[in-house]
């Protein structure tokens, strides 16, 4: 593994040089920040250039850049990396600066941005800024638009962000391969007026899956729609960090889908408009009122609501195979099947043999039971009233009452007032 | 006077007598040399008693590969049958110590009013000239015997260390193949409730009912081939009655540690091998008899006696009477290049023997060696690493990546991978007995 100092915002700066750049270029080239640990990091408040209200990526972080002569530099690398899909499962990605996915770009509409990108893969790469408008020869396809990026090259990107909106970047050499091992990043360009589209809480994630076998660490590349490891910003539910939201708070949740499937996504206890896509901002008498947003492959979707029911609210895929771990689609269903005496001679056999499934699989979800290497239980997590039975795409928006303005702390779980949590029925009460 | 010598080369050649064990004992060092083990000739009640009771012993507990050897070897009637060739050898070597006895004759006629009595008494000359001869060649002659009878103990030893090999093996096999049909009928038993639940097709529930026929035919095979091998370790072993029911151990011996360090192979082979030693003593008979073929060669009968003659009734007349048969026709020399040319057939024979020793030695080494090899790869990565694999399957089926049916197959591979790695054991103790055998040499064959 890389030997890497942890970057922390808000907490002053480390920042740690890209050790392949040549010193000669070092001299010329922004800091290329990275980040070790994959919780989510808080907001970074711009230092400098045109103020906006910052996002919340998800597991992730948003990109320090650096002021030079009126544009907005920022520093990416192109690097295989370890990330921690939850606790108990590492993957070996390639990602950039640290993390797959890589930082968040957040800018300004109006904003002259130069994007360093310097590859330390062992192939060639480049990127291409989905739904940006841009110079044809900034859009980053290699071989149409510009040649491929060589391993150990730096190449620049020169663009002015002209809309603002929800955007994303990823490779467009090799594209199947570098996906599937985890390139991609999310882009916001913010507007001009800070008011405009103004919320209180602004959160972004990619929507990527991988092909992890159950005991290895790398994803396999050629998976084509069978996949295992259904994650929101490379991580899978208990390792998706929650959704912590003041109690009245305007809530925007920007999602990009980078599978090759797409994602029913689906809110509890609360009703939102779809506002914008990669093509910019729905106008408001087109917009209408909906508990689940279907994710179009390769597109980006912005949800808002307000959060006014405080609780432990759900927020998942409606896939139900996408809020599971792991699993086996192969495994013969057991539900009826009276295993008793034939589980005895499977047990003097293999001691260690429990009969599973006879009554459905949500014992899966309460057994601890030993694993192969570096794979999550199918469905596990641990909530207030007993065992979630989730993995993959799930995770919960917490809305309390009396949190601060820039408190993403979690909260932990809901408490209920009295009498409002379904009951087992006892019969009519005096 | 010749009669004095005649009489005289009797008494001082003649010296072979019968010998208290009948040369039991080069048989019984070669047992305790080679084998460390007991031999036994059962010739009275007495013998035959204590041989029992030992043999009882034996049978009273799981019986180990060296009690099976021990047992084959007080108790297996073909060696106890092959016994009495040294006995049968003994005499005759006590024979050719003997002259044929003296020929007495008397001839009484009357011719007229004469009458006329002849007597003589001859002696067989040429048995007594070349008794010491004779005895020396039928005195290796036992020597040979008693190298065979041997050589046929030491095979009784093999084979029943062989059967030994076999039988525990063979009840080994059928346990282990127990063991696949308790998990080919988990999985025909778990397809057909699946079927009845609504969980499974017919055509995949059939296909688990045919492995479980399969698998049982397979056992049925296993067990039948047991009792033969076991059957034929008790014929080893010469039992009979209720000493038939004797156990067996659960297992084959541990592989040992290291292969055995042997050294200087041929030259074990040369000094060691029974063949080889009774290959050589062929050779001196053989040379033995050439020189009494051609010391005889001239002379087929030679016969010497007193003889005397009476006419009546003129007085008694003495003298000698010397029967020879002359070779008038045949010269002997046809014997004597016949004789030469056994010997050197004898001698090409040794030189044969020899080469061959050292060739099946090298190659009994060489089959030891990577029979050991192979045992010691099942033993220290394939039956660890198919353990492993079994554990693995067990973490996948925990976390439901992989069915109960992946685990059941996995099983049956697990016990096939057994299997096969007590074939490479088996195979390795039956190499390690075929290099001992093949350092004491071919054995069964007559002198
Ligand atoms: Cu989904």
């Not at chain 1, 690398?77 to 993957?91: F, L, S």
């Not at chain 1, 103004?198 to 959160?203: E, G, L, M, Q, T």
């Not at chain 2, 060696?369 to 925990?398: Q, W």
Request: charged share 25%; proline share 6%; with cysteine.
């Amino acid at each position: 593994m890389m030997s890497r100092r942890q970057f922390l915002i808000g907490s002053g700066a480390a920042l740690a040089g890209a050790a392949l750049v040549s010193r000669a270029q070092a001299a010329s080239l922004p800091e290329a920040p990275v980040l070790e640990k994959a919780a989510t990091q808080p907001p970074l408040i711009p230092p400098n250039g045109r103020p906006y209200q910052p996002v919340v990526t998800l597991n992730g972080w948003t990109l320090p850049w650096r002021m030079k002569a009126g544009w907005k530099e920022f520093h990416l690398i192109a690097e295989p990396v370890r990330r921690e899909i939850a606790p108990g499962m590492t993957a070996n990605l390639w990602g950039y600066n640290g993390q797959s996915p890589g930082p968040t770009i957040e800018c300004v509409e109006g904003d002259k941005v130069r994007i360093f990108v310097t590859n330390k893969l062992p192939e060639h790469t480049t990127i291409h800024w989905h739904g940006v408008l841009l110079p044809n020869g900034m859009d980053g396809v290699g071989g149409l638009t510009q040649p491929h990026i060589p391993a150990g090259r730096t190449y620049v990107y020169e663009f002015v962000m002209k809309h603002s909106g929800t955007f994303m970047y990823h490779p467009h050499s090799d594209e199947m391969v570098q996906m599937a091992m985890g390139m991609m990043g999310f882009i916001v360009v913010h507007p001009k007026d800070p008011d405009r589209y103004r919320v209180d809480r602004d959160f972004v994630f990619l929507i990527n899956a991988f092909d992890i076998e159950p005991g290895s660490f790398t994803p396999r590349v050629n998976t084509m729609l069978d996949f295992n490891t259904w994650c929101w910003n490379s991580r899978v539910f208990p390792g998706i960090d929650p959704l912590v939201v003041r109690m009245g708070d305007r809530v925007r949740i920007r999602m990009g889908n980078l599978t090759m499937t797409n994602h029913p996504i689906h809110i509890h206890g609360h009703r939102f408009s779809v506002t914008c896509t990669d093509g910019g901002w729905v106008p408001q008498s087109a917009r209408w009122p909906e508990t689940t947003v279907d994710m179009p492959i390769g597109s980006l979707r912005a949800v808002e609501f307000t959060a006014d029911a405080p609780g432990d609210w759900a927020f998942h895929c409606h896939k139900s195979h996408h809020v599971m771990n792991a699993m086996g689609h192969g495994v013969p269903t057991m539900i009826g099947v009276d295993q008793r005496g034939v589980a005895e001679k499977i047990n003097r056999l293999l001691p260690d043999y429990m009969a599973m499934g006879e009554r459905g699989m949500a014992e899966m979800g309460e057994m601890e039971m030993p694993l192969p290497d570096n794979t999550l239980p199918m469905m596990s997590g641990q909530g207030p009233f007993g065992p979630l039975e989730m993995g993959g795409m799930f995770t919960v928006v917490k809305i309390r009452q009396g949190l601060a303005r820039d408190d993403y702390n979690d909260p932990g779980w809901y408490r209920h007032p009295e009498g409002t949590v379904a009951r087992e029925w006892a019969g009519e009460e005096k | 006077m010749v009669l004095a010598i005649a009489l005289g080369v009797t008494v001082s050649g003649g010296c072979a007598t019968f010998s208290r064990d009948a040369g039991f004992g080069t048989v019984e060092r070669l047992a305790g040399e080679r084998l460390d083990k007991d031999v036994k000739w059962q010739r009275s009640d007495d013998d035959h008693g204590s041989v029992r009771s030992a043999v009882k012993e034996f049978l009273s507990s799981p019986l180990s590969i060296d009690n099976a050897v021990q047992v084959a070897l007080l108790n297996n009637p073909g060696l106890q049958a092959t016994y009495s060739e040294l006995g049968i050898a003994e005499a005759e070597l006590v024979q050719a110590g003997r002259v044929t006895n003296p020929h007495f004759s008397y001839r009484r006629t009357s011719e007229g009013g004469e009458r006329k009595i002849e007597w003589a008494l001859t002696f067989p000359l040429v048995d007594l000239l070349t008794m010491p001869l004779r005895t020396r060649i039928e005195g290796r002659r036992f020597e040979q015997v008693k190298l065979a009878v041997a050589g046929r103990m030491l095979d009784v030893a093999a084979a029943a260390r062989k059967s030994w090999i076999e039988a525990v093996a063979a009840e080994e096999r059928v346990r282990y193949l127990e063991q696949a049909m308790l998990a080919a009928e988990a999985s025909a038993e778990l397809a057909d409730r699946m079927e009845r639940a609504g969980n499974l097709n017919r055509l995949d529930r059939m296909r688990e009912e045919a492995f479980r026929s399969g698998m049982s035919a397979r056992l049925s095979d296993a067990r039948r081939e047991a009792v033969t091998d076991r059957e034929r370790l008790t014929r080893m072993m010469g039992l009979s009655g209720s000493d038939i029911a004797f156990r067996l151990p659960g297992r084959l011996p541990e592989l040992p540690a290291d292969k055995a360090d042997l050294g200087e192979l041929e030259a074990r082979a040369m000094t060691g091998r029974l063949d080889v030693r009774a290959a050589a003593l062929e050779t001196e008979r053989l040379a033995e008899s050439l020189g009494l073929t051609r010391a005889t060669r001239f002379v087929d009968v030679l016969e010497l006696g007193p003889a005397a003659t009476k006419e009546d009734p003129a007085p008694w007349k003495r003298g000698f009477e010397v029967s020879l048969q002359l070779p008038v026709f045949d010269w002997g020399s046809a014997r004597v290049s016949r004789a030469e040319a056994i010997y050197m057939q004898a001698l090409h024979r040794v030189a044969e023997t020899s080469v061959n020793a050292g060739s099946e030695v090298r190659n009994a080494w060489s089959a030891y060696g990577s029979a050991y090899d192979v045992a010691k790869r099942y033993r220290d990565e394939i039956l660890p690493l198919r353990k492993r694999i079994a554990e693995e399957n067990m973490l996948r089926y925990n976390g439901m990546l992989i069915g109960v049916f992946e685990l059941l197959i996995d099983a049956r591979e697990q016990v096939e991978a057994s299997i096969a790695g007590m074939d490479a054991l088996r195979d390795f103790w039956i190499s390690e007995a075929n290099l001992q055998a093949a350092f004491n040499g071919p054995q069964g064959a007559n002198p």
